[in-house]
């Protein structure tokens, strides 16, 4: 009686230690394992920003809203694709027009998961787009985490190459044949005909030396504003009604009736000389023969010519 007490307090132990290891297992897959998969982003409307399956307290919470969808019309259909790249320890999801974000690829209890930026605004050199900049992600010390988009020439599309080259700032590489094509990238073509006619006339001001170079510079990015290829930071103050007037066209304005004046100055100080019989060398402007525009000033606005994005 005592021996089968005793086998059946030993069979009694060996059962709960196994149960024990493998509630211990149980408890390391939960916890590591399906935890870890969960931070990680595959698609903006099923994980990550706007799965609505994980609890709001798991989900990664950017700080704005995306910007509105702008620039090429050819590159508006990658809005809702995502595409990603992983690196040494780190997945990093571009999805354009969206966010990034960057995604730790272990399964620690603390893996970071974080938004490296949220879609703002284009970057704008010489009137072509060249870039995508991501701003707002997450905090990094004093400032928030952002990224900026290459867009490079490419025969597929993808996520190419993530750096870091200073602090809290990103620049991604994505490659795609959508940029191929010499005028992809133009910011001209992109504009609505109101707005491509201020560009018209905003450029034959500074031609005919009514604006100066900052002037023209104001303007333009006035323009890219509206349009929504750069992100407005003017501050909209509602006048009357009677006084509402188009800060452009004032500004024009303006500077067509100081040349005005100044001509009529011009032509009083020239017929005060000849009154007087002072000679002058110059010819009024009236009298100047026509002024021939070459060929450079005929290009499209921005077309700088091929766009090496090889």
């Known amino acids: 009686m005592r021996y089968l007490f005793l086998r059946c307090l ?10 024990m290891m493998l509630n211990l297992y149980l408890s390391f897959i939960v916890s590591h394992g399906f935890a870890g998969k969960m931070k990680i982003v595959e698609e903006p409307n099923t994980f ?11 989900r990664l919470q950017p700080k704005v809203a995306p910007s509105p969808v702008s620039g090429p019309v ?23 027009f969206h966010n990034v974000t960057q995604h730790e690829q272990s399964f620690r209890w603390n893996a970071y998961s974080g938004i490296l930026g949220i879609w703002q605004e284009w970057e704008v050199t010489n009137n072509t787009f060249t870039g995508m900049w991501m701003r707002d992600g997450d905090t990094c010390g004093t400032r928030n985490r952002e990224t900026k988009v290459i867009l490079v020439c490419s025969n597929t599309t993808k996520l190419s190459h993530v750096s870091e080259p200073s602090t809290c700032v990103y620049s991604l590489t ?89 001509r009529e100055e011009i032509k009083r100080l020239r017929a005060l000389l000849t009154q007087h ?12 023969g026509p002024v021939s525009v070459t060929t450079k000033d005929q290009h499209l606005r921005g077309d700088t010519g091929l766009i090496d994005l090889l």
């Open 48 to 58: 990550g920003l706007n799965n609505p399956f994980m609890a709001q307290g798991s």
């Open 74 to 96: 050819h590159l508006h259909h990658l809005a809702g694709k995502c595409f990603s790249l992983t690196e040494s320890a780190y997945k990093y999801e571009f999805c354009p």
């Open 277 to 288: 019989n002072i000679s002058f060398a110059s010819q009024p402007d009236d009298e100047k």
């Open 174 to 262: 994505f490659e795609t044949p959508l940029v191929c094509h010499p005028h992809s990238l133009l910011v001209y073509p992109t504009l609505n005909n109101e707005l491509q006619k201020e560009w018209d006339e905003t450029e034959q001001a500074r031609y005919d030396g009514l604006i100066t170079e900052q002037g023209y510079n104001n303007l333009l990015r006035d323009i890219f504003e509206d349009s929504g290829v750069l992100k407005s930071h003017r501050v909209n103050v509602s006048p009357p009604a009677a006084e509402v007037v188009s800060e452009k066209h004032n500004s024009l304005q303006k500077c067509e009736e100081n040349n005005k004046r100044q």
């Open 10 to 19: 030993l069979l009694a132990r060996v059962m709960l230690t196994i149960c």
